[in-house]
């Protein structure tokens, strides 16, 4: 029985150091998504607020300041998750470390009261005699044998002392980690607080401003999307003219006839391209080394100016100066055409997807390149009146638009 309990206890010992490791694995994953949140708002403040000379239009530093009290309010809320993790691990492990007190308590018992009765008969006479006294060989050979299990179970008990102590020694050194890593959030979080305040503030003063003019302000907005429209207009017939000419093309090769300009007829090796493409599907690198979003893709109310939505083809990611957009995969450059408002705009085939690269000046390939993953495609377009550097990304299936955020790596 007492061999019993104590293979009981080892194999709970082993449970509370696999849920240690559990919680560990939990706390790096907060902590990770932390520390993506705080890169964010990193990139925000250089890439949106280093210029602080530039001058901006209202519309420009709410929206800019948009993004980063959202960025601010994610931290606030992942911290608040960590440090209540935190809260009810600290408890839990408290639990823990009370319960294998009383079972580390109860087997150092046991086992002192063996070790004196082992000690009583230690002598090998004792032993000798307690088999010579056996009325058959049977009882003798049960009686060597519980001579066996007595020393192995002593044994087993040694061992369970020393894995009760590793654990609760596991258990102490986490609990005093995981308060320090509490007291630390709490202390992150106020000064966090405290920025958001001011953040506010700063976003009621501008907003206030709208409301006083929210007819001109949503007047330029509209002005703004008629553009944009204007601009997805031109790129949705150069995506089909290019699925036109590709499949033209491609039947000239074989020797077949043209059946499509909305989708694109794949070559064997094209097929074998977009499959890959798909494969990557949420693990594709973005399209510039350094950036954040600041439009994503499909419609969007308005959070001053509750009567205007808003809407985008892709998504449009504010970058450094000089920066240079990237292929996002293997492909071969489509097209390239200067769009006015726009500047140039890149097209890249990966089988029968497109990406789009758009707010291009300086570029450093020609159609019918072939591309690799990362390759520097062109520089990204700095306007001079308001100092962003802004590449617009989209992602085509055949003439249909994609969310690229589907697609890039933790966009």
């Known amino acids: 029985m007492n061999t019993f309990r104590t293979y009981l206890l080892l194999v709970m010992s082993f449970f509370i150091l696999n849920s240690v490791e559990a919680q560990v694995d939990k706390q790096q994953k907060l ?22 000379n530039e001058e901006k239009s209202v519309l420009t530093q709410v929206e800019d300041l948009n993004s980063k009290i959202t960025a601010r309010q994610n931290l606030i809320r992942v911290t608040n998750q960590q440090a209540n993790y935190l809260s009810r691990e600290i408890k839990n492990n408290l639990a823990k470390m009370e319960h294998l007190r009383d ?24 032993r000798i005699m307690f088999l010579l006294s056996s009325e058959s060989f049977l009882q003798g050979y049960k009686r060597l044998q519980y001579m066996k299990q007595y020393a192995k179970h002593r044994k087993l008990q040694g061992e369970s002392i020393k894995e009760k102590t590793l654990t609760l ?33 700063t976003q009621n003063d501008l907003v206030a401003t709208l ?10 907005i509209n002005k703004k999307q008629k553009e944009a429209a204007k601009i997805d207009k031109e790129i949705d017939k150069l995506i089909r ?34 499959a890959d493409f798909t494969k990557n599907k949420g693990k594709l690198p973005w399209p510039v080394k350094n950036g954040v979003v600041v439009k994503r893709f499909g419609n969007t109310r308005h959070p001053q100016l509750p ?47 497109i990406t789009v690269y758009q707010n291009i000046k300086n570029v450093l390939v020609k159609k019918g390149d072939k591309v690799t993953t990362k390759q520097e495609l062109g520089t990204v377009y700095t306007r001079s009146n308001s100092g962003k550097t802004t590449l617009k ?19």
């Open 31 to 52: 902590e990770e998504k932390r520390q993506v949140i705080l890169n964010e708002i990193k990139q925000i403040n250089n890439l949106l607020f280093k210029a602080q």
């Open 103 to 126: 079972e580390l308590k109860e087997l150092k018992e046991d086992y002192a009261s063996m070790i004196t009765k082992s000690y009583k008969s230690k002598s090998q006479q004792n």
């Open 169 to 201: 020694q596991v258990l102490n050194k986490g609990l005093i980690e995981d308060k320090k890593k509490k007291q630390d959030l709490i202390e992150d979080n106020k000064i966090a607080k405290t920025k958001l305040s001011k953040e506010l503030q």
């Open 307 to 353: 009567n205007v939505t808003t809407y985008c083809s892709g998504v449009e990611i504010a970058t450094g100066k000089s920066a240079k957009a990237r292929a996002v995969f293997n492909g071969v450059v489509l097209n390239i055409q200067r769009i006015k408002g726009a500047n140039n705009a890149i097209f890249i085939s990966h089988g029968n997807y």
């Open 241 to 274: 003219e290019a699925i036109a000419e590709a499949n033209r093309v491609n039947a000239k090769k074989t020797g077949t006839k043209v059946t499509s300009s909305e989708t694109f007829t794949l070559s064997p090796e094209a097929k074998l391209l977009a």
């Open 211 to 220: 409301k006083k003019d929210e007819g001109k302000y949503a007047n330029q």
């Open 393 to 411: 990304f989209l992602i085509y299936q055949n003439n249909k638009k994609m969310n690229p955020a589907s697609w890039i790596f933790k966009m």
